[in-house]
């Protein structure tokens, strides 16, 4: 890459929680070239495609990126989820599948990889994130109890409603607002907790659910003061802390870069202290860990480990696969130890930092600071003339793959869904569209044609006019909902 190193070696600065990350601009002047820790093996070929093919698909795909065929898309930005590219050693891995329905050696590797890495003690595999949050749910909320979480995720909140739960979001208020730039905009602030269990009684609160980095906020993360001071909070009231450490590697990154003391401190060890201060945590692999399929919950206590236990074999399969081949875990395994390895985190964050240099240098307005797995386009600022309900970050989506054939996600008023009470779209402060970078799979020159597609699609913004709903379907609407131009 032509791109900085990012992390501890390039810093000048060393950052507390109060403080502001810089803007990165692009290239910054006297520094030597960097490159990825890679080199490339194996190629897939790309499809390009002209504009009216690209109209006709976007049509059939009711204007939503998720039902396009992956054979119309060229460059694939609609999510790093199960997306990256495996190493060798990965691969030479899935050979050594043993595929016995119990006791599967590749367990073993997985359950000692985990306990090394994150440092959980009991370790329970599932198919993928969700089945994991599927069960850490039924396990530890009861119906009608509050489950107090740093911004919601998709999936994660609707497992917490259906096992009785009520979302509260208690994320510091930085986190709504795409311009400020402090450093640690995931953080929990402790003072909306102590609202809450003044309010509701600490029996009424099923446990603090912790994302590091957070998603939906743009990739920002968690300070270790901030899981420090929400571990101590958690003992006071007798309140469980877990953490969703679908990208918590992520997060470590940008604790060592910004967090004073944690500067000359590996990846690894980073992660492991973090995930110390909860009490357990869930999973998707699919992300930081590497691999194209996997997920996993792991806790400290026992008894909540039976527990899953019990419940895995019910819906994900016997305790030593959780829905999942014998080489999945083995690629699992191998991926969660490269995930951790401090080059490889710094040239995964420093290509998102390059693409979005690109894109501040052009004023393209979007959430800052640029966070962890992707570059998160503010739709309000780009398109100021619609209105939030004519789905704004849905509409640049739809242009950016009618441009060019990159495909990207809406993070906004779709992805957020009803509220099952009052029926009533939930309408969140963020209106995004995210253009998320697998691990491993594009260069550098594949940035720069993104790039100049959101800069020809900023500077055609002004004709651009939203969409409608018209087809809805009943849980995670974003996925299937359909849409026509206004
Ligand atoms: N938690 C977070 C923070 C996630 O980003 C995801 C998935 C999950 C849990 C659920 O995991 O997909 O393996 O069942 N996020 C993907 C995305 C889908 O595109 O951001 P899963």
Redesign the pocket.
Request: glycine content about 18%; overall charge positive; cysteine-free.
């Given at each position: 890459m032509g791109h900085p190193p990012t992390g501890a070696a390039a810093l000048s600065y060393v950052m507390t929680n109060k403080h502001e990350v810089p803007r990165t601009m692009g290239q910054q002047a006297g520094r030597r070239s960097w490159a990825e820790p890679w080199k490339i093996k194996m190629v897939e070929p790309l499809t390009m495609t002209d504009r009216p093919t690209r109209e006709r698909a976007m049509a059939e795909a009711g204007y939503n990126t998720f039902l396009l065929r992956s054979t119309d898309v060229y460059i694939d930005l609609?999510?790093?989820?199960g997306t990256s590219a495996m190493s060798d050693r990965q691969w030479a891995g899935m050979m050594v599948g043993d595929e016995a329905y119990a006791g599967s050696e590749n367990f073993y590797h997985l359950e000692t990889a985990i306990q090394t890495y994150y440092g959980y003690k009991y370790l329970v595999p599932t198919h993928?994130?969700?089945?994991a949050?599927n069960l850490i749910s039924r396990t530890e909320i009861k119906p009608g109890q509050y489950v107090p979480g740093n911004m919601y995720?998709t999936?994660?909140r609707l497992h917490q409603e259906m096992a009785g739960g009520i979302f509260v979001d208690v994320i510091c208020d930085e986190a709504h607002d795409p311009t400020n730039r402090n450093a640690f905009k995931g953080n929990v602030d402790l003072g909306k907790l102590d609202a809450l269990v003044k309010e509701h009684g600490a029996d009424k609160i099923a446990y603090v659910s912790l994302?590091a980095t957070v998603?939906m906020a743009g990739g920002q993360p968690v300070s270790m003061a901030n899981v420090k001071a929400l571990r101590t909070w958690g003992d006071k009231h007798g309140i469980k802390i877990y953490l969703?450490a679908?990208?918590a590697v992520e997060n470590a990154f940008f604790i060592q870069e910004r967090e004073t003391g944690y500067a000359g401190r590996k990846i690894a060890e980073i992660l492991k202290e973090f995930c110390s201060y909860t009490d357990g945590a869930w999973m998707?692999a699919?992300?930081d860990s590497l691999v194209n399929i996997g997920?996993w919950v792991a806790v400290n206590s026992w008894e909540v480990f039976e527990e899953l236990r019990n419940l895995v074999v019910v819906f994900e399969g016997l305790h030593t696969y959780g829905g999942l081949a014998g080489r999945d875990m083995e690629a699992m395994a191998i991926g969660t130890a490269e995930s951790v390895q401090d080059d490889h985190i710094r040239a995964r964050i420093g290509q998102v930092r390059y693409l979005g240099g690109l894109l501040e240098k052009w004023g393209v307005p979007m959430m800052e600071p640029i966070g962890g797995h992707a570059i998160f386009l503010d739709a309000r600022r780009f398109y100021p003339q619609l209105k939030q309900d004519d789905f704004a970050a849905q509409t640049l989506a739809a242009q950016l793959y009618l441009d060019s054939g990159i495909r990207t996600?809406e993070r906004g008023i779709v992805s957020a869904g009803r509220n099952a009470k009052t029926g009533d779209h939930y309408r969140p402060k963020l209106e995004l569209t995210r253009l998320?970078i697998p691990r491993r799979v594009y260069t550098q020159a594949h940035m720069d044609v993104v790039a100049e597609s959101v800069k020809a699609v900023y500077e055609q913004r002004e004709s651009v006019k939203g969409l409608k709903m018209v087809y809805e379907p009943k849980y995670l609407r974003f996925f299937q909902a359909r849409f026509e131009p206004l």
């Open positions: 609609l999510t790093d989820s993928q994130g969700r089945g949050e995720f999936t994660t994302g998603n969703d679908t990208r998707s699919k992300k997920g996600m998320t």
